[in-house]
């Protein structure tokens, strides 16, 4: 390759990056607009509940209508950056139509990981600009990945360190000097919604205890912890596997999942499981004693619609869920509440997607620095939780062959 080639490649890289990062920061402000305004109408308006079986159907319709599988997911996407193959661009407005809409309806979803997803679709619409080079499309599903974390959650370095973690990298793909657009594109688009201030997780400035109080802590919490995030991802599987085997029909298993939701919530109140877990972070955090079971309950709601299919993500919830049940183990065990709460959301998060690093960094630019070793403690202690099984392993277990999303990432390193 000429001198001249080198810097035209560099540059064209480099050009690529921005416009990634530009766009995926738009994007990322965009759902982040619509999924507050969802969840804002929701609490105001809790009857939209009534819609919730209309938007399950029209979800499947829309993916049919984009030609899109339905079940295309995180582990789908991230095993398209794998393979090196493209991500369709259409994941991006059909995910900024449903998820909102699941929200409004008074469904338990994130929209952090679904972010992810339309970032590979972003990003991999970008690759011509590249000249389809080989390994392109690796780099840039996996940067676009990282930027809509980055940019949804306001984590810039630990939605970094999150996508590289779950995608599970061989050693020698490291050395590949296009993965510096990954870092661009996610400070880039972590600086435009920093900008907006769309949908920002108020921060929190957690009082640290006594230094043999909080090992103790740590230890327990990361325990507790790791043991909820191992069952969330069990019970999301779980359903996702009864759906495969006795549901088949997409928009039977949608009508008869969002009808269960309807019941969960009327039951157990619109305010204790709806919603994306950022007002059950910031509850959890507050220092206020909240009801011991409210974690259980959220858990319970989340996988159960993320389970029959509603579109969305696990990373808020689950962040969510973590918080919840390390308030509710402090109010029993005596733990400082707000230290505990984010110490649990760390872990379970940790165990949940077995992203010790990611978590613990998210943790520190949520909650503040000077929690860094705390963190750091609990998550490489939960992480070992996700050596069992864990989100991005693959989407459930499954009675034969029948879908791509079946694929197990792990595989890819061996």
Known sequence: MSEGTAHWRVARWAMVSIVLGVACGLAAVALGWLTVGAEVLHQQQPWTLVFLPFVAVFSVWLYRRFRIPFDTGAPAVIHAQRVDKPVTWKLFPALLTCVPLALISGASVGRDAAGMQAGGGIASALAPLV??????????????????????LFVPLGGILFAFEIVRMKRSEYRDARLL??????????????????????????????????LVCCVATAVVCAVVGFIFVTLLKGIGTVCDRFLSNTYVRMVVGSLGACVFVLTCGTDAVSGSGLDGIALATSGEEIPLGLFMLKLVFTVWCLGVGFKGGAITPLFCVGA??????????????????????????????????????????????AGAPYFLVVALVASCAGLLDNLYAKPYWHF??????HHRVDDDNK
């Open 131 to 152: 000249h389809k080079e080989a390994g392109a499309q690796r780099v840039l599903i996996l940067a676009g990945m990282a930027s809509m974390v980055s940019a949804l």
């Open 181 to 214: 657009c990954v870092p661009i594109s996610a400070l880039i688009a972590s600086a435009i919604t920093n900008f907006f201030g769309a949908g920002r997780v108020a921060p929190v400035q957690l009082s640290l205890p006594a230094l043999s109080n909080a």
């Open 324 to 369: 919840l049940a390390g308030c509710s183990l402090a109010q029993v065990v005596g733990f400082p509440l707000s230290f505990t709460a984010a110490l649990g959301a760390v872990a379970a998060l940790a165990a949940g997607a077995r992203s010790p690093a990611g978590a613990a960094v998210m943790g520190m630019e949520l909650f503040g620095f």
């Open 400 to 405: 034969g062959n029948r879908s791509v999303t």
